[in-house]
């Protein structure tokens, strides 16, 4: 079933050109300084064909809800996904949205400067310039009012959202979103679902933060749970005054 994507402009970015490449589960929004779709696709294929092979050698890669340790040789994106895992305390499919945004972002970086690379909310950001991520947040009434300003100045960034009322994906809390910051897409993407996890209720939000708080490569958090919102870190939160 068709699903619009109502996030699809958590950053706006208009000098740049925007295109979407899907393969399997894979759905990915991407902006180039010019159209990339076939390296995109490329890159995705190469990508899910890692982690699609090492699945059917080790089958509780994809089962499992607790971290994975690689033993054995590895693609790189695997272990992204491992060790992202092992830092926020989650099973390693936890990171895989953002491990993919992250491996395709930096492949498109051999053909274009600045790129930007969403995938299910999980967004690989190398820009040039400061930007807003408006933090979409589903039947929250903050929903779409705040936004993340950063500066990355010139180094690549992930920004990534979890949400227990939002989308199919497996939670354990109730926020309506849980967006993190760091250099690291796919820690920011299990470091998303672990701290979700633990906001059983708007005031459980601070423990949740204290708990994100541990994860290495975490530079900033911002949690929503209803009508209440809390953050960490470096973050600057900024009113968004339209939400078109």
């Not at 092979?53 to 033993?71: A, E, G, N, Q, R």
């Not at 895989?96 to 790129?115: C, F, H, K, M, Q």
């Not at 705040?146 to 500066?151: M, R």
Request: with cysteine; aromatic share 6%.
């Amino acid at each position: 079933m068709y699903q619009e994507r109502s996030y699809r402009n958590l950053v706006k970015s208009d000098h740049l050109v925007s295109f979407e490449v899907s393969v399997k589960e894979t759905d990915l929004h991407v902006c180039a300084q010019k159209c990339l779709e076939d390296e995109a696709k490329e890159s995705v294929l190469k990508h899910r064909g890692f982690i699609e092979s090492y699945i059917k050698d080790y089958p509780d890669f994809y089962k499992t809800l607790v971290p994975w340790h690689v033993k054995d040789l590895a693609p790189q994106i695997v272990r992204d996904m491992s060790n992202a895992g092992i830092r926020a305390n989650v099973g390693p499919m936890a990171a895989v949205a953002g491990a993919v945004a992250s491996r395709v972002g930096r492949d498109l970086l051999n053909y274009s400067n600045e790129v930007i690379v969403e995938n299910g909310g999980d967004v690989f950001i190398k820009l040039n310039c400061p930007f807003t991520y408006t933090i979409h947040a589903g039947k929250s009434p903050l929903n779409r009012r705040f936004g993340i300003h950063l500066d990355p100045c010139g180094k690549s960034i992930g920004v990534c959202t979890s949400s227990a009322t939002i989308g199919h994906s497996l939670s354990m809390g109730c926020a309506d979103a849980v967006c993190v910051v760091s250099r690291s897409c796919a820690t920011a993407d299990a470091a998303a679902t672990s701290i979700c996890n633990h906001v059983g209720s708007e005031v459980q939000i601070t423990q949740a933060i204290d708990l994100g708080k541990q994860i290495k490569e975490v530079l900033g958090i911002v949690v929503i749970a209803g009508k209440k919102i809390g953050l960490w870190g470096n973050v600057e939160v900024v009113p968004i005054s339209n939400k078109d």
